[in-house]
């Protein structure tokens, strides 16, 4: 979508709908740097997109989860997978694990996912922090939304600090070292650091 340097209202609040990052009680929450687009200072793509090292961690991560997990039972999605975790609220997960028998109906459907994953593994973030007095208000926020909509288990791994936050209902929350294993479902467990040893990558 190219930018105007002046847009008219419509067009304002059409692009807004496009920088819509995530929606919570029906307020959004917008990419980083959207208000550079607004101003024409930058293409929507631009904010939009991941960085290398997002998409990379990302990747690692995929592909432990595809080799670890019994994929009869559970199904791994990423990508920014759009949840409906309330009904005036959506969330953007970069990986998700489902039971797969129950996500199985919604795979088939261009419309956002409705049941709850039981695993969220986030690496950072692409949303906008200005309403937020930090990264962590807005990662606790978030992995508290999901966890009140059903999910079991919240992974973060933050790069700047080479961190992970383990969050589940009912228990007090982990920030611990990205070196540390964690169980992403019983008798699976994740060691970010070693992913990275394997490959030969120091961050």
């Not at 419509?10 to 980083?32: A, N, S």
């Not at 631009?46 to 009869?72: C, H, N, P, T, Y």
């Not at 288990?153 to 961190?163: A, G, H, N, P, S």
Request: contains cysteine.
């Amino acid at each position: 979508m190219a930018v105007k340097e002046k847009l008219s209202k419509e067009e304002k609040q059409e692009l807004l709908k496009v920088l819509t990052y995530e929606k919570v009680k029906g307020k959004p929450i917008y990419y980083r740097g959207y208000k550079k687009v607004l101003k024409g200072e930058l293409p929507p793509e631009a904010v939009m997109g991941s960085s290398g090292l997002q998409a990379f961690l990302i990747r690692l991560l995929v592909e432990f989860l595809l080799g670890a997990l019994d994929r009869k039972m559970y199904e791994v999605l990423f990508n920014e997978i759009g949840f409906l975790c309330d009904k005036d609220s959506w969330r953007n997960l970069d990986i998700a694990v489902f039971e797969k028998e129950k996500v199985k109906p919604h795979l088939v459907q261009d419309k956002l996912i409705p049941i709850p994953p039981l695993v969220v593994i986030e690496v950072d973030t692409k949303a906008d922090l200005s309403k937020y007095m930090n990264f962590e208000g807005y990662m606790y926020e978030k992995a508290e939304d999901l966890l009140n909509a059903g999910v079991q288990r919240v992974i973060w791994y933050i790069t700047k600090v080479k961190k992970v936050l383990i969050a589940e209902p009912g228990k007090d929350w982990i920030t611990a070292d990205w070196d540390r294993d964690v169980e992403v479902l019983k008798g699976v467990e994740l060691n970010l650091k070693k992913l990275l040893d394997k490959e030969g990558i120091e961050i």
